[in-house]
DNA sequence: CATGAATGAGTTTTCATTCAT
DNA sequence: CATGAATGAAAACTCATTCAT
């Protein structure tokens, strides 16, 4: 037999999950501060009293949202380096990955949002700095380890221009993966490179 | 001493441009779809009703503002330009006028908010579109004249890269010009030097 | 003693209907573009925001309101023809029935005031024509059936000239059924009795 | 040579008259009390001030407009009677002369409109009051000559059945002169005739 | 766990009117 | 006679949040 009659508390469980999905949509089509609770109760398809049964505040479940969102990615991007040779191939890959990202696609959008958001908002901006730190130390890790020379600036400085290549993809399409990789490819050096 | 009184006409034009220089702070500190009319008029120390007197809606009020400072800012990028000798001489100079942005000051956090908001306004998104591409032409003809390979691509890179230093400033305040600079300085490849 | 307590839902359409008793009266005391969310609340004795909770906004508020009085107001004409022996007398009945009109009393105005809106408003217009054909109609077919002549015409002029009568009699308060009776009942022309 | 430059005086009851044009279309288009003098001074060609400069207030330029237009178009109906030879022929060319009011134009709507306003104005009250009876006296005395029993009460309700017939138009436009005038007529008896 | 009615302050926008020039 | 900037209240509507059921 399968579960077709769920649990109160599977029932639960899902319509948080289903309001988490609602509101990593809807940050990004409006943008923070305009999602509101109506809103989100209705693209969840959910009773409008339900984000403050399940949630302490709206707030409280953009954060949620946001941080879950962007820990997946980072998630992704160590596989990603788990899975490349070269520094060369590490780069292409990461920029084919982006090629996702339209720069108006949701989750672009989710991102930017959230980084000015947490500029406002010191809990939220705690939970966005670990994430983007340990980003910044994984990728820094594998540069030295692959014989890129000063791995933590050069990490940082490539997280950072990924980042604004997104960004700037918003507004200008023709800024593809293509176009960008043999440039951006002059930031990393091999030790012994660097004059 | 001169006109203590003003014509009409010229406090209506005072009015306006208080209007315009709290719309740029407010957009900053509190996020575009967050400022509120009544925010607008009391930080410009104005009657509430004027914001619409002089402007037709808040998002009329908010793109003109906005624009406005992007105009000014690639003015003095261009300046910037015209005064620098070489390529590496440059991309310090610019790194070190944008010291000044440390990622959450004013003018950092109004052009990042402005990038989105013209995600979801054609208006403003045109506007904006149009001095990105300002901006970036006018960075590829320079590189061009001082024998930099590839000149429009690696001028779109550079400028999404420094936004991208900007945003991930406003996070990780130890990205200063100084780490930047060396790393960034990578992208920039004289002709024949690119394998 | 049954029910003291009501459900949500039952004191729900409570106010519901409040609101819509509320608008009737407002619209004919102060005219339909004149009735103001705050108005119709405080009148209702209720708070300001349950107007757009109830209602998606003030003009559908308005419009189910007033169509709900036309639709009893026409169900009352239909039942007065049922009870009618003969023209004559369903005339005295019908004049004698609109005495309660003043011409300046809720009703007569409520009515009035819904043909000009009716003239701005296109759902409006729909709902109020759907109403006045099928009174016509019904008064048409009791007028046929009771060996009136031309019996359409008849009805379509009988009900313009009633309404008529009640909208000059807000001016001029003299204009009584006695006084108008008489006169009106020429419309009513047998068959043969035409010249 | 012909007078290009107006007196001041000149172009001030220009402009007078430019209001109350502004005012008779738009309180047809919009509704009573849906007039604002901003909508006045855009629509007349001139500027916000000035309506308040030659008027007193807001109702009392719609209240001028109002009446001037209804005491014109008494005028052209007591031309009419004066040119008319029977009282079938009257009738006829009263409702020929109605057909251009579609009960949706200019002129129908400013008047029913101002027959609800007046139910809220005294001053508008009297003066509207005082030209029905006006017209009402002339048609009653034209009748009367003409050998229609009961002249008072016949003029009394046949004003009100026209004005009944255009308020109806708006909204059931196959009302026209043709199908109503064989139907009407029968309001209008001879000495005698009445049985 | 869930509902949806309720609240009162918030939003943008439009208003009639005044008045210095 | 004319202008248009200014004011402060009021307009319609949306909001996050609470809570009785």
């Known amino acids: 037999m399968v579960a077709v009659a769920r649990t109160a508390a599977e029932r639960g469980r899902e319509v948080r999950q289903q309001l988490v999905g609602a509101a990593r949509e809807l ?5 923070w501060s305009a999602v509101s609770t109506r809103m989100l109760a ?11 049964y399940h949630f302490a505040s709206l707030p409280a479940l953009l954060t949620e949202a946001a941080i879950g ?11 990603l380096l788990d899975q490349a040779g070269t520094p060369a191939q590490m780069l292409d890959r990461m920029l084919t990955a982006l090629e996702v990202h339209t720069g108006r696609d949701p989750l672009s ?12 908002d010191d809990d939220l901006r705690a939970a966005v700095s670990g994430i983007v730190v340990d980003l910044r130390d994984r990728l820094a890790r594998w540069l030295g380890g692959h014989g890129i020379s000063e791995p933590e600036r050069t990490a ?5 221009a990924i ?4 960004l700037h993809r918003a507004l200008q399409p023709d800024l593809t993966a293509r176009t960008v990789a043999p440039i951006l490819r ?10």
């Open 156 to 160: 940082a400085v490539l997280a950072a």
């Open 186 to 195: 002059g930031i990393l050096r091999t030790e012994g490179e660097r004059g």
């Open 109 to 120: 959008l989710l991102f930017t949002e959230t980084y000015l958001a947490a500029t406002r």
């Open 27 to 31: 940050i990004a089509e409006r943008g």
């Open 69 to 79: 969102a962007m820990r997946s990615a980072v998630e992704e991007i160590g596989q």
């Open 163 to 166: 980042d604004g290549v997104v």
């Open 42 to 52: 209705e693209r969840a398809g959910v009773a409008p009293g339900l984000v403050h």
